[in-house]
């Protein structure tokens, strides 16, 4: 009896695992370049994998970022303001499985602190 219930278990797991979408996640990135990656399920509501850029208005490096999403979040914005800044987000939608963008490449520690160092440095000379 517990092998059948074992075999049920494992079936209905393999059933879930393989109805859910698989998305690239990316956490940080720096000059479009996602430093860790990773692979992501979607939950049931997240029906969607998602790719976007975030463009600040001035000097500011943009933010980009990738993961699951919902269908109904999936939408560009224009001229959004915070405080003085406004921005634009850019997102690239899609619905099959590792569809959001190409695997990247992962950077060293020291790459990634220089990066960070530069845009200090760079906003401070403003």
Known sequence: MNKLLLSCAAFLT???TVESL????CEVSVLGS???TDHVNCTA???SCFDAVTEFSGH???????GCIEDS???NETNQPILTITYNVT???CSTDLCNSA???KLPLAAVLAAALVALWSQKSL
Do not use: E, G, K
Request: aromatic fraction near 14%; glycine fraction near 0%.
């Open 14 to 16: 393999l059933f879930v």
């Open 22 to 25: 698989t998305c690239r996640s």
């Open 34 to 36: 996602c430093l860790f």
């Open 45 to 47: 509501q997240q029906n």
């Open 60 to 66: 500011l490096l943009p933010i980009y970022s990738r």
């Open 73 to 75: 979040m999936c939408r």
């Open 91 to 93: 997102i690239h939608c």
């Open 103 to 105: 695997a990247s490449f």
